[in-house]
C-alpha cells in the first residue's frame, strides 16, 4: 500500500521563476492539502483539493495555485518566486466525507519538496 | 484567529517521561491532533483527541481538556529514536474540511 509520494524532493530556483510540485495521495485517499514549513517552523495550511476542487483556502497570495486531477493526485503551482518562498512544501492525503463536514479525517504527510529560491 | 503554544525544546534521558504541553486559543474547536517529524522527514500522525480524557497508545498518550485549550503529549519509555519535533495541530470547527493549524513544534533531544 503506497503512501503519499511527492516530486521532486528537492529543488532550486531563481527569484521570479515559477515552479510546480506534485503529490500522489496514498491509496484510497481522495483529498489533498498543501502545506508550507518553513525552517523552525510548523506546517502552514495553503489549500484543500477535493473532487478536484479548491475547498479551502489559507492566508496565502495567489501566486500559489494548484490543482487535483481525475485520479486524484495534485500539482501545486507557484508563480513569481520570492526569497521567503523558500521552504519545505508537504502534501497531505485523507479521506474526504463526501460534503459532510467533521470527522476525524487524519491526514497523512508525504516526504516534502525542499524548495530554495535564490 | 488561534494561537497554539508549545515549548521550544526539551531534553530527556532515555528510559525516562517526558511531557509536552500544547495551549491553544480558538473560537471553536473541533480536535487536535499530534505528530511526530524527524529531521528533513515528514510528519508522522501520533494521535487524535476530540474529547476530554487520555487517549494511550502504547508508549505515547495524548491528553485533553477543551474547556482549559489544553492538551499534553506524553513520551514514556524514551529512546534515542524518540528525538524529534513533536507538532501540535487543532482544527476548527469552521474547518472541518481538515485544515489544521499547527503549532511551532517541540524539539526533544533523548540523551544517553
Known amino acids: 500500500d503506497a503512501g503519499v509520494t511527492q516530486s521532486p524532493t528537492h529543488l532550486i530556483k531563481t527569484r521570479g521563476q515559477q515552479v510546480t510540485l506534485r503529490c500522489s495521495p496514498k491509496s484510497g485517499h481522495d483529498t489533498v492539502s498543501w502545506y508550507q514549513q518553513a525552517l523552525g517552523q510548523g506546517p502552514q495550511f495553503i489549500f484543500q483539493?477535493?473532487?478536484?476542487?479548491?475547498?479551502q483556502r489559507g492566508n496565502f497570495p495567489d501566486r500559489f495555485s494548484g490543482h487535483q486531477f481525475p485520479n486524484y493526485s495534485s500539482e501545486l503551482n507557484v508563480n513569481a518566486l520570492l526569497l521567503g518562498d523558500s521552504a519545505l512544501y508537504l502534501c497531505?492525503?485523507?479521506?474526504?466525507?463526501?460534503?459532510?463536514?467533521?470527522?476525524?479525517?487524519?491526514?497523512?504527510f508525504g516526504p516534502g519538496t525542499r524548495l530554495l529560491v535564490l | 484567529g488561534q494561537n497554539i503554544d508549545q515549548p521550544t525544546e526539551m531534553t530527556a534521558t532515555e528510559g525516562a517521561i517526558v511531557q509536552i504541553n500544547c495551549t491553544y486559543q480558538t473560537s471553536g474547536f473541533n480536535g487536535l491532533f499530534w505528530y511526530q517529524q524527524h529531521a528533513g522527514e515528514a510528519p508522522t500522525f501520533l494521535s487524535y483527541?476530540?474529547?476530554?480524557g487520555l487517549e494511550e497508545k502504547g508508549r505515547f498518550s495524548s491528553f485533553l481538556s477543551r474547556s482549559k485549550g489544553y492538551s499534553y503529549l506524553l513520551l514514556k519509555e524514551l529512546q534515542m529514536k524518540d528525538s524529534a519535533s513533536y507538532l501540535c495541530?487543532?482544527?476548527?470547527?469552521?474547518?472541518?474540511?481538515?485544515?489544521?493549524?499547527f503549532g511551532a513544534g517541540t524539539q526533544v533531544v533523548v540523551t544517553p
Open positions: 495541530a487543532v482544527r476548527r470547527e469552521d474547518d472541518s474540511w481538515g485544515k489544521l493549524q
Open positions: 483527541n476530540v474529547l476530554d
Open positions: 497531505a492525503s485523507s479521506l474526504g466525507n463526501s460534503g459532510r463536514r467533521g470527522g476525524q479525517e487524519t491526514q497523512y
Open positions: 483539493y477535493y473532487e478536484e476542487e479548491e475547498r
